[in-house]
Every structure is written in structure tokens, then in C-alpha cells.
């Protein structure tokens, strides 16, 4: 009886593998829905994203930081709590335009277009 059941196991794998083997066979070039890109270019694709939501989350936080300071009311906490947001919204959105300068810079000498570097 045990090797009734190995066999079977094995008749329904082999039975279950065979549309994916001729699926596969016949499949035209890029129909698989895969990224046809490269590496490089889908992790360049990755940051030039999140840095773009980075400076998108930046200019949001310089706005609420001069709301903050402007119904501050003559209240020092808040027009220092203002402050301090608006310094780190700037440098968010200093650090997003740097990595975006970076991320070329790593193109161009990956990609060989560039001379510069």
C-alpha cells in the first residue's frame, strides 16, 4: 500500500507539471509578464520612486511646518516646534535631490553614457 501512495504522489506531480512544460514550450519571447529590464535598471527605478515620495513627503512637511508657525500665536514652543519642522523638511528634500544626483552619477558609471565621472 506504501508504494501504491509513492506512486500516485508521483503520477499527479508529473500530472500537475505538464501544462507548466508545454506552456513554457510554446510561450512567445516576453509573455511571461516578467520585467524585461535589467537589474540596474529596475533597482533605479525602485529609488527614483522613493526618493520621489521622500521629496513629495518633504514639501509636505515644509507646508504643515509654516501652518504650525503661523497659528503659533506668539507661543515659543510652537514657532520652535515650527521651526525645527521646517529645518527637517529642507534637509529631507536636500537629501532627496542629492540621492537623485547620486543615482545618475551611478547610472552614468555603470551604464558607461557618462564621462563626467
Known amino acids: 500500500m506504501n508504494i501504491f501512495k509513492k506512486v500516485a504522489y508521483a503520477a499527479s506531480a508529473i500530472a500537475s507539471a505538464v ?10 519571447p516576453g509573455g511571461t509578464g516578467l520585467p524585461q529590464g535589467s537589474l540596474i535598471g529596475i533597482i533605479t527605478n525602485l529609488m527614483n520612486w522613493l526618493l520621489i515620495v521622500v521629496g513629495i513627503l518633504g514639501v509636505i512637511g515644509f507646508v504643515i511646518a509654516g501652518i504650525i508657525y503661523l497659528t503659533a500665536a506668539g507661543d515659543d514652543g510652537q514657532i520652535e516646534r515650527g521651526k525645527t519642522t521646517m529645518l527637517y523638511s529642507i534637509l529631507g528634500v536636500i537629501v ?3 540621492g537623485i544626483v547620486v543615482i ?8 558607461g553614457t557618462s564621462k563626467s565621472f
Open 19 to 28: 501544462p507548466m512544460i508545454v506552456s513554457a514550450q510554446f510561450s512567445t
Open 104 to 111: 545618475k552619477a551611478v547610472q552614468g558609471m555603470l551604464g
Open 96 to 98: 532627496a535631490l542629492i
